[in-house]
């Protein structure tokens, strides 16, 4: 749970997340949710802090001696790698013109200097090679120094003098302690000994890929296969590789993504498309230089002790961050840290902010605790706001404690902070940690008190309390108290609507697209949501795009992808970690058509997601590998990111969308198509048991359709049944998801029945399709 997030979970009805291809199926729609101590206390000295560790180390290695075949730039190449990667800083080891014992030696002291870290700290282990370089039977090496004869060694030859760049140099580092890898060469991908090319002969270097269970690897090689590398044109001091590579790393915000995209273009255009640099590996989350932030610059420094109202829920991390910005406009990090060291309450808690940060400091999350405290017990209240939330949510690599983290909401309430106010209200409203269980009446008191100082969140605060109060009515069959709290709910939304409450603008939006109360009005449902993406809120650009995304009857009818991409663009563009995989999804299904470019970015999309934990992703790259579908067919890849997406399976929150079971029965699914049908021999054969029980049979799976309470709104569900060998009905999960991820209620009849249908099919030893096919359709008939 994100530390400073302002809206919770929202239940909302259906919506399309993405289409499942499977034996027997074809479409798989779900609904979308978008939820959303004393102050006296003496504080503690500051003792131990350990400052945060990020490590960036390279080995650089540039040759150009070849006695028969030289080379001209290699060794400028690697100095000027050198350089820029200092100036990211990178800690790093140049390597010229070495032997096969000298580059031997350097990668055993690097691998060592890698080693030497805890097993905390975060390495980010970079190697480049400039010069020649050959593949010879599936195996690409690097050529030393004093190599002679280069087009008429034979393979004993190279496997004696030359470096694999694969066993000797990859799988070092995917077995080494590093976190990260960045493996860059600029030699040649084709090569019959040119003049003025880099390598040797061969078709093009091999495809290299690091051991399944390293760490993530991005690998990016000066040409595509069947292309030479160009060692510069005359009179040039670097190669075109070098050239686009150490620009693009000199780039604020220079992502992996972002590096090679730039890379490629100009290498392509200088050479006039005779050269096109390629990459292997995983986009995985890095930026060799950050994106500056420019500082917000203000008439006056307004003092925050002498304003203590909150308008409206306040950000922690967004809010208080801008105001850092403003304060370091006219004032020095040293300045405030004088401040704070001195007393000042504000200026404690703006150095709190700045170390959670890392702005003029080194970022830490010791120190960010200490000095919000520092400043909460002097009685500011949003520091007294903000170290509850670290306490609450267990923000800072701090284990959450409930309790005193709902007791500092309190002592800021006190303090007529509206936001704790808020926190408080949510804790009652939806029975969390921190309280004896669900309260509404102090839900209400609290929302009612933030009210009554102004916070323009309060009102949608309310319109949620009796959104829960509509719903307890229609559980308990009281139409009448459902209509009337269904209707304080639409007044107060609409009253924090027209006061700019993008939250309010956005839950008015999903009543008119669901029909909750009001009539499905998809035109006014669309003017809500614009209004409310206008205003900032991003779960309104996600909802509109798979508004526009859906084709079915509850939606537009008739997609408009193109609609659907430019809100799936602006919710990436605001920092949303779904809207990039919902445009994969559209690419990937054909929703939108696709181009070497799109396909492109769909499987980027992908793989950054990946590395952010995502599951779905993984299966759905899985997929693509598998099915040849974006991109060519590669059994290892589809293997490698099934295996990847099991993995995940134990990081996945299990109210998260990643947490759907059918993405990782498709994961499992993919895992036994690659073994059974492809022939592929397992990475882990250990697995195959787990997996062949998972799966089951090989007559796919059925979907049927079963209605669920979501709030106030009835609602479709799609279930899926199929054969596998695991004593639990594989519908369980399935229903278990729909109640945590979308708070929604599977009637219990509907939940038995499956489960009786399910243990009748094992006692005996019938099909639990075709046996729930069959009692269905008995059903429907008597009806």
Request: aromatic share 10%; charged share 25%; net charge positive.
């Amino acid at each position: 749970m994100p530390l400073f997030s302002a809206r919770k979970l929202k239940l909302t009805p259906l919506a399309l997340v993405f289409c499942l291809t499977t034996s027997g199926v074809s479409t798989l729609l779900l609904p979308i949710t978008i939820e959303q101590s004393q102050a006296t206390e003496a504080t503690p000295p500051l003792t131990g802090v350990k400052q945060s560790s990020s490590k960036r180390l390279a080995l650089v290695v540039g040759v150009d001696d070849y006695p028969e075949d030289p080379l001209k730039l290699p060794v400028n190449d690697a100095k000027l790698v050198e350089a820029r990667l200092k100036s990211a800083g990178f800690e790093v080891t140049l390597v010229i013109n070495p032997t096969k014992g000298d580059l031997t030696k350097a990668r055993d002291e690097f691998i060592k200097k890698i080693n030497s870290y805890s097993p905390g700290d975060k390495v980010t282990a970079l190697f480049f090679f400039a010069g020649h370089g050959v593949q010879i039977d599936g195996h690409n090496y690097l050529i030393p120094a004093k190599f002679k004869r280069l087009s008429e060694s034979s393979k004993a030859v190279f496997i004696d003098q030359a470096m694999d760049a694969q066993q000797g140099i990859l799988n070092y580092l995917s077995e080494s302690k590093a976190s990260q890898v960045i493996f860059v060469l600029d030699a040649c991908r084709d090569n019959p000994v040119n003049p003025g090319h880099r390598g040797s002969r061969g078709s093009g270097l091999a495809k290299m890929s690091p051991t399944s269970d390293g760490p993530d690897t991005f690998i990016l090689f000066a040409a595509s296969p069947g292309q030479v590398a160009i060692d510069g044109v005359a009179g040039a001091s670097n190669s075109p590789f070098t050239q686009a590579f150490t620009k693009a790393i000199s780039q604020p915000g220079s992502s992996l993504t972002t590096v090679f995209q730039q890379v490629y273009e100009q290498v392509k255009n200088s050479t006039n498309g005779e050269q096109r640099p390629y990459q292997e590996g995983i986009l995985f989350n890095f930026q060799f230089l950050e994106t500056p932030v420019a500082p917000i610059l203000v008439s006056e420094q307004t003092r925050l002790l002498d304003t203590g109202l909150e308008k409206r829920q306040y950000d922690i991390v967004k809010d208080g961050y801008r105001l850092l910005k403003q304060t370091l406009a006219k004032k020095s990090i040293a300045d405030i840290t004088k401040a704070a060291e001195n007393g000042d309450a504000e200026a404690q808690y703006l150095l709190g902010i700045a170390y959670n940060a890392g702005e003029g400091v080194t970022a830490n999350p010791e120190r960010t605790a200490y000095w919000l405290r520092r400043s909460a017990t002097r009685g500011f209240s949003r520091a007294q706001f903000a170290y509850g939330q670290r306490l609450y949510w267990g923000w800072g690599e701090t284990t959450p404690n409930k309790k005193e983290g709902f007791d500092w909401w309190l002592v800021a309430a006190e303090n007529n902070n509206a936001s704790a106010m808020l926190a408080i209200g949510e804790t009652y409203l939806y029975g969390r940690e921190g309280v004896p269980g669900q309260d509404l009446a102090q839900a209400e008191k609290y929302f009612n008190q933030a009210l009554s100082i102004g916070a323009l969140d309060a009102e949608t605060s309310l319109g949620r309390l009796y959104t829960e109060k509509a719903k307890k009515a229609q559980i308990a069959g009281d139409k009448k108290t459902s209509g009337q709290a269904s209707e304080k709910k639409l007044a107060y939304f609409q009253n924090a609507a027209q006061k700019g409450s993008s939250d309010a603008m956005y839950l008015l939006a999903q009543m008119y697209r669901y029909g909750d109360y009001v009539k499905v009005d998809l035109s006014k449902a669309i003017e809500w949501y614009k209004k409310s993406i206008t205003a900032g809120d991003n779960d309104a650009a996600v909802e509109l795009a798979q508004l526009y995304a859906d084709e079915s009857t509850t939606g537009l009818g008739k997609a408009q992808p193109e609609e659907a991409a430019k809100y799936f663009r602006i919710a990436i563009n605001r920092g949303s970690k779904t809207a990039g995989v919902e445009l994969a999804d559209l690419i990937r299904n054909g929703k939108i058509k696709a181009t070497p470019q799109t396909s492109q970015e769909a499987i980027q999309i992908y793989q950054q997601a990946v590395v952010g934990g995502s599951l779905r992703a993984a299966t759905h790259l899985s997929d693509i590998y598998l099915k040849g579908q974006l991109a060519a067919k590669d059994l290892k890849k589809a293997e490698q990111y099934a295996l990847k997406a099991l993995d995940l399976e134990k990081t996945t929150k299990p109210d998260s969308e990643d947490a759907w079971p059918m993405y990782l029965q498709t994961a499992y699914s993919n895992l036994l198509r690659l073994y059974k049908e492809e022939k592929l021999q397992p990475a882990k054969p250990q697995l195959l048991k787990t997996i062949e029980n998972r799966v089951g049979s090989t007559s796919g799976m059925k979907r049927f359709t079963v209605s669920i309470n979501c709030g106030t709104v009835k609602s479709p569900f799609h279930i899926y049944v199929w054969d596998w060998k695991l004593d639990e009905s594989p519908t369980n999960a399935q229903f278990t998801w729909v109640e945590k991820a979308r708070g929604c209620e599977v009637p219990k009849d509907v939940v038995e029945s499956f489960q009786k249908l399910y243990k009748i099919a094992r006692d005996n030893n019938v099909s639990f399709q075709e046996l729930t096919v069959y009692a269905l359709g008995e059903a429907n008939k008597k009806k």
